[in-house]
Each structure stands twice: as C-alpha cells, then as structure tokens.
C-alpha cells in the first residue's frame, strides 16, 4: 500500500485559480496537478488516478458535471473522490453537484485557510479509508488462507483415520492367518510326531534308557504343542470366534494371571456385539489394557466390569497398581493408548483412562452394541 504522497488534480479554466490552488497546496506537500479542460483532466487521469480532484463547474466544452459523470461511469475512477469548485452565489448549482455525489464544494473567491483545512481532513480521510480497505483485504486472505489450512488439515486427519483403520485391519487379518497356519500345520505334525513317538515307545524292545529318553521327547513335544496353541491364540484367539467375547475374556484372564501372578477379579454380564470386529475391538483393548497393567502398574489386583449401558457396551478396567501419570495419558509417546483411542473412535465409542482418586488406574470404554 502506497501512502506516500496524496495527489490532488485541479481542474478550472481560469490560470489564476489554478495557480491560486496549486501554490497553497502543493505548500503543504501534497502532489499537485493542475490542468484547464475537461480533455486534459481525462489525459491525466489516464496516467495517474489521483486521490482527490478539485473541480469547476463552468468550463467551456466540458463543464464539471459532465467530468464528474464520466469519472464517476468508469470502473476504475469510480470512487476517487471529487470536489466542485463554484462561485457563493450558485448555490442551486452547489446543490446539484452535492447531490451527484460529490464529496463537498469549495467556493470562490477562495478563502486560502479555508481550502487547505478542508482538504487535509479529506485527504486524511481517504488515507484512512485506504488503510480500513487495505487491512480489510489483509483481513480477507488471512482468513482465507487459514481456512484453507484448516480442512487440509482435516482431510489430511481423515486421510490419518482411514490409513490406521485399514493398517489395523491388515494387521487383523495377518494376525488371523498366520495363528491358522501355526495352529493347522504346526501343530497337526506335531501331534503326528506325538503319536509317532508314543508308538514308538510302545512297539521298542530297547533298554529303559531308551524309553525314558522317549519319554523325555513326548514331553518336549506336548511342551512345543501348547506352546504353540499359546502362540496362536495370543495372535488371534479362535475362542473369541467360536464361542464370544465373554469367554474370551475369561480365558485370557485365566492366562494372564497364571503368567503374571497378578489376580484377575471378573464381573461379567454375558453380552456381545453381532459385529465379530467390535468383540475384536474390545478384547484388543482388554490385553492392551492387562499388559499395561504387567508392564507399568505394579498391581496386584485387576478388576474387570463388563455391561451394557442403553444399547452401549462398556468395558471397565481397574488395578490397584501406582496410578497412571496424567503426562503420560496424552503424550504422543502413548502410542498403546493412542491405538485403543483410534480402535473405539472407529466405532463411535469413547475412551477414558485416569489414575484413580485413592489407588491404581481406571481404564473404560464405551461402543455401541450393534
Ligand atoms: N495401568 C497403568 N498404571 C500405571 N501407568 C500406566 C498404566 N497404563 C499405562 N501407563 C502409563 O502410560 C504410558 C503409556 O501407555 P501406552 O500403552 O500408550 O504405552 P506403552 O505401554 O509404554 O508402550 P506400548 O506402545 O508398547 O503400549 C505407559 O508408558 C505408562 O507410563
Ligand atoms: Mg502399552
């Protein structure tokens, strides 16, 4: 935005208004221009619009209205502002000019402190309108701008949920996959090396020394079988399949604190989802939730709730450990809970961990049943 110097044109017919005007004017620093036709103010209009325009009204050819008119009509002179010049008595005439819309009228004879006064609180009206209209436009694209910052970052989060929705998916899939093919081959050929084995011994004329290191081989054996079958089920327990959520859950809780030593209490409503993925979500968040408890807690105590609230699930997870650290609820280093967060908004659900008033960690969430 150019401040620098107004400019004001002059137009009047007589030289010696001209040269009345400009002297007092350009006094005062503005960028004078004066010219004595209607056909010389458009040529210099041409070059350079200027911020205001001193007027007469009586000129031969061309008087001052139809200038006015003809700045006024085109679309790039249209708001500059423009004052007449005109003799006291014609006041029908001032009238006339004011209702046109010019900005005010000077008259003459001039009163030479009169005139300056005038224009500088126009000048410095049109300076701040300047201003008002160039912060406006500042304004305008600055909030432009950030909205458009805004839903690229929207869409650039929805892109973030579909990627993760669909990583997890894969990843549920993958899971799936590899425990059938641990479970089915593996598994099968071992209990076929079992049963070899068992033969073996049976059928073997050898010494003792023989058939207890049999002996010691089908333990090894039953030993990787269960392994195995632990293998499978962490990866995707087909229990959550074949028989629901309830007792997956006990199941694993079973696990769990035959591994860790820590005591699973259960409070179960018998209640699931027809949706096979929201069970699945929920028992994710169920061992998430445990191996935080094994990993963090130091608890010796786990309580599970699981009932239906209006048509909600709601899974409720509690230790007795040393409470969760409020810095580490929203961290971006969390990156176990940011997945449970992610996995119940993909359901619509919602999801809440807190250290407890007295002792330990509450964990819950909320999915809708169906
Ligand atoms: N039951 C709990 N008791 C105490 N602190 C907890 C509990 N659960 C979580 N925390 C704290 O919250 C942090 C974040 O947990 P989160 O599961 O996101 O990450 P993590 O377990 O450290 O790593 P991972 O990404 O492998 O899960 C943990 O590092 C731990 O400090
Ligand atoms: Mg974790």
Same mark, same amino acid.
């Given at each position: 935005?150019?401040?620098?110097?107004?400019?004001?044109?002059? %137009? #009047?017919?007589?030289?010696?208004?001209?040269?009345?005007?400009?002297?007092?004017?350009?006094?005062?620093?503005?960028? %004078?221009?004066?010219?004595?036709? @209607? /056909?010389?103010? +458009?040529?210099?209009?041409?070059? =350079?619009?200027?911020?205001?325009?001193?007027?007469?009204?009586?000129?031969?050819?061309? #008087?001052?209205?139809?200038?006015?008119?003809?700045?006024?009509?085109?679309?790039? !002179?249209?708001?500059?502002?423009?004052?007449?010049?005109?003799?006291?008595?014609?006041?029908?005439?001032?009238?006339?000019?004011?209702?046109?819309?010019?900005? #005010?009228?000077?008259?003459?004879? +001039?009163?030479?402190?009169?005139?300056?006064?005038? %224009?500088?609180?126009?000048?410095?009206?049109?300076?701040?309108? /300047?201003?008002?209209?160039?912060?406006?436009?500042?304004?305008?694209?600055?909030?432009?701008?950030?909205?458009?910052?805004?839903?690229?970052?929207?869409?650039?989060?929805?892109?973030?949920?579909?990627?993760?929705?669909?990583?997890?998916? &894969?990843?549920?899939?993958?899971?799936?996959?590899?425990?059938?093919?641990?479970?089915?081959?593996?598994?099968? =050929?071992? !209990?076929?090396?079992?049963?070899?084995?068992?033969?073996?011994?049976?059928?073997?004329?050898? !010494?003792?020394?023989?058939?207890?290191?049999?002996?010691?081989?089908?333990? !090894?054996?039953? #030993?990787?079988?269960?392994?195995?079958?632990?293998?499978?089920?962490?990866?995707?327990?087909?229990?959550?399949?074949?028989?629901?959520?309830?007792?997956?859950?006990?199941?694993?809780?079973?696990?769990?604190?035959?591994?860790?030593?820590?005591? $699973?209490?259960?409070?179960?409503?018998?209640?699931?989802?027809?949706?096979?993925?929201?069970?699945? $979500?929920?028992?994710?968040?169920?061992?998430? @939730?445990?191996?935080?408890?094994?990993?963090?807690?130091?608890? /010796?105590?786990?309580?599970?709730?699981?009932?239906?609230?209006?048509?909600?699930?709601?899974?409720?997870?509690?230790?007795?450990?040393?409470?969760?650290?409020?810095?580490?609820?929203?961290?971006?280093?969390?990156?176990?809970?940011?997945?449970?967060?992610?996995? &119940? /908004?993909?359901?619509?659900?919602?999801?809440?961990?807190?250290?407890?008033?007295?002792? @330990?960690?509450?964990?819950?969430?909320?999915?809708?049943?169906?």
């Amino acid at each position: 935005m150019n401040l620098s110097k107004p400019s004001i044109l002059l %137009v #009047d017919d007589q030289i010696e208004n001209l040269l009345l005007l400009n002297g007092i004017l350009s006094k005062q620093g503005y960028n %004078v221009h004066a010219v004595k036709s @209607g /056909k010389e103010a +458009f040529e210099r209009i041409n070059v =350079s619009v200027p911020d205001l325009i001193l007027l007469d009204i009586m000129m031969p050819e061309m #008087d001052g209205y139809e200038i006015f008119q003809k700045i006024k009509a085109n679309e790039l !002179t249209k708001d500059v502002a423009i004052i007449f010049i005109s003799a006291l008595c014609n006041t029908r005439e001032i009238l006339y000019g004011l209702e046109l819309g010019a900005l #005010d009228y000077i008259s003459k004879p +001039f009163n030479n402190k009169e005139v300056v006064a005038r %224009v500088k609180n126009y000048i410095q009206m049109i300076q701040l309108k /300047k201003i008002q209209e160039f912060q406006n436009i500042s304004l305008i694209s600055e909030i432009k701008k950030r909205q458009f910052a805004e839903r690229e970052i929207l869409n650039a989060n929805h892109q973030l949920e579909l990627l993760n929705t669909r990583l997890n998916d &894969i990843r549920e899939e993958e899971r799936a996959t590899i425990a059938r093919e641990i479970n089915d081959e593996l598994g099968q =050929s071992l !209990t076929a090396l079992k049963i070899d084995l068992a033969w073996t011994k049976d059928n073997t004329t050898g !010494t003792t020394d023989i058939t207890n290191k049999i002996d010691t081989m089908i333990e !090894t054996v039953s #030993d990787v079988i269960k392994k195995i079958q632990r293998i499978s089920t962490d990866l995707r327990p087909s229990i959550l399949d074949d028989l629901g959520l309830v007792p997956a859950i006990e199941w694993y809780s079973g696990e769990f604190q035959n591994r860790t030593g820590i005591n $699973c209490h259960l409070n179960l409503e018998y209640i699931q989802s027809a949706d096979i993925n929201k069970n699945l $979500c929920v028992f994710r968040v169920l061992q998430e @939730g445990f191996t935080n408890v094994a990993r963090h807690a130091d608890a /010796k105590n786990i309580f599970v709730k699981l009932h239906s609230i209006n048509d909600y699930i709601h899974l409720e997870i509690s230790d007795d450990g040393n409470g969760i650290k409020t810095e580490s609820i929203n961290s971006k280093n969390s990156l176990g809970l940011i997945g449970i967060r992610e996995r &119940i /908004k993909h359901f619509n659900g919602t999801f809440e961990i807190a250290a407890k008033a007295d002792q @330990g960690t509450k964990l819950s969430i909320e999915l809708p049943i169906n």
